[in-house]
């Protein structure tokens, strides 16, 4: 089984700065099968990217996907004040299937 | 829009059964792959299992040999059946589709439900 790792479990940004967050899995992913999620308290967790790097419909610029094998990053240009969320990533195995998801990050107010 | 709404008992006995249900409005349970996750508290969410009506259900490994996944085309629902629960089950559910880029056939979840906390405890 795939684990992947988020950490810190806490980033603290001001709105309009740059936040960068981790996603290392413990072996390689092929990057079709990796996405991120924002989640927000009492809400339906909402796809922000999938394929490592191609953003979900009606997702704002802002975000981004990258990254390959083993290591991959969501980044958010200018915080806006709705985007103090936690955020996962989340992996797919095809053989047997299985998803498997990181522990999260939490991007709070500064 | 499509909606999905989970719906069950928030407190089950252990050894007992955990029984939800996911109401899903504005698309058809037909020709699409329904999720089951769970978020333990304090812990990373944990995929459960999905059906593809007709005829195909996946499980996780972990949780296959108490797990039953099922669809009901005429309330446009699917459920999840955990047996022989124990305080490790004590999770929020939740209920999404698994859907696909048409062009790359990445796979991803695009429709969450809210979430269902259900406690394990006599």
């Known amino acids: 089984e795939i684990v992947l790792t988020q950490s810190p479990g806490t980033l603290s940004f001001s709105p309009g700065e740059r936040a960068t967050l981790s996603c290392r899995a413990s072996q390689s992913v092929n990057s079709g099968y990796l996405a991120w999620y924002q989640h927000k308290p009492g809400q339906s967790p909402r796809l922000l990217i999938y394929?490592?790097?191609t953003r979900a419909t009606d997702i704002p610029d802002r975000f981004s996907g990258s990254g390959s094998g083993t290591v991959f990053t969501l980044t958010i240009n200018r915080l806006e004040p709705e985007d103090f969320a936690v955020y996962f990533c989340q992996q797919y195995d095809i053989s047997p299937p299985l998803y498997t998801f990181g522990q999260g990050t939490k991007v709070e107010i500064k | 829009q499509v909606q999905l709404q989970e719906s069950g008992p928030g407190l089950v006995k252990p050894s007992e059964t955990l029984s939800l249900t996911c109401t899903v409005t504005?698309?058809?349970?037909?020709?699409?792959?329904w999720t089951w996750m769970r978020q333990p508290p304090g812990k990373g969410l944990e995929w459960i299992g999905y059906i593809f009506y007709p005829g195909n259900t996946k499980y996780n490994p972990s949780l296959k040999s108490r797990v039953t996944i099922s669809v009901d085309t005429s309330m446009n629902q699917f459920s999840l059946k955990l047996k022989s629960v124990t305080a490790a089950d004590t999770a929020v559910y939740y209920c999404?589709?698994?859907?696909?880029?048409?062009?790359?056939?990445?796979?991803?979840?695009?429709?969450w439900g809210q979430g269902s906390l259900v406690t394990v405890s006599s």
């Open positions: 504005n698309v058809s349970i037909s020709g699409n792959y």
């Open positions: 394929g490592a790097s």
């Open positions: 999404a589709r698994r859907y696909y880029d048409v062009l790359t056939g990445y796979p991803f979840f695009d429709y």
